[in-house]
């Protein structure tokens, strides 16, 4: 139980390869213990190591079948992975065991994200905000779920609160740069922008989002070193060729 309660330490600080180390120790010398293999699927997600992660959750529901996380978390390996009916079925039998349980509530969420229902996504995210009101990803989803909506004043409202419990999660910063060029708030967009840049510099969006901010403001030469550095970062994304997100 020691390095199973380590490793879930670990996962907390985000340092997943240390938590991985530890649950795998905890398996091996405690092979029927569904936490552990719960707890490693969640840092391999995170690791993005989804095939991985799916084994372990699978391993966990086969131990323990009605345990609402190894639910919950094989859904959010399988929204990574691209198998979205899966990943509803499983989100919705978390809920069904823990109608409480705020990760496969916000897990679910990101399925309805992904499939443009908005409403629904932000519906699931109230209630993580009424069980967690400080849970600050799901304030900065259900931002980004109003943005998507254009409605970004409450956009904006939601990210304030994220960046205000967690400061630290370019996301938040990302997603409010683009709020703002959207209400013409362009300084305060730059700003943002570069706040996530300094805590991500490899953050594709944060570069796409600053350029479109720099093309409103005129200056050019810029702007298009910032999009090259996103294509650079990330070819495959979209909005670095045509808007910000």
């Known amino acids: 139980m020691a390095f199973n309660s380590r490793g879930l330490g670990y996962a907390a600080k985000g340092d997943y390869d240390r938590a991985i180390d530890d649950l795998d120790r905890a398996i091996q010398l405690d092979p029927k213990n569904a936490t552990s293999y719960i707890g490693r699927c969640a840092a391999r997600i995170k690791n993005g190591e989804i095939d ?26 399988l929204i990574n992975k691209g198998e979205t009916d899966q990943a509803l079925s499983d989100c919705n039998q978390a809920i069904l065991l823990d109608p409480k349980n705020a990760i496969a509530l916000h897990n679910r969420a990101a399925w309805y994200f992904a499939k443009g229902d908005y409403d629904r996504a932000i519906g699931d995210l109230d209630q993580v905000l009424g069980l967690d009101p400080k849970n600050a990803m799901a304030f900065n989803s259900r931002g980004l779920g109003y943005a998507a909506k254009s409605d970004y004043d409450r956009a904006i409202g939601d990210l304030d609160q994220a960046i205000q419990l967690d400061p630290k999660n370019p996301t938040s910063y990302t997603g409010r740069c683009a709020a703002l060029i959207n209400k013409g708030e362009t300084d305060q967009a730059l700003s943002d922008c570069n706040k996530a840049i300094q805590l991500d510099p490899k953050n594709a969006v ?19 070193s910032d999009c090259n550095q996103a294509i650079l970062l990330d070819p495959k994304n979209a909005p670095t060729r045509f808007g910000y997100q």
């Open 52 to 77: 991985q992660a799916l084994n372990d959750c699978n391993q966990a529901i086969q131990l323990d079948p009605k345990n609402a996380m190894a639910y919950a978390n094989r859904c959010a390996a």
């Open 206 to 224: 944060a570069y796409a989002n600053r350029c479109a901010a720099l093309i409103n403001k005129g200056e050019t030469d810029q702007a298009l």
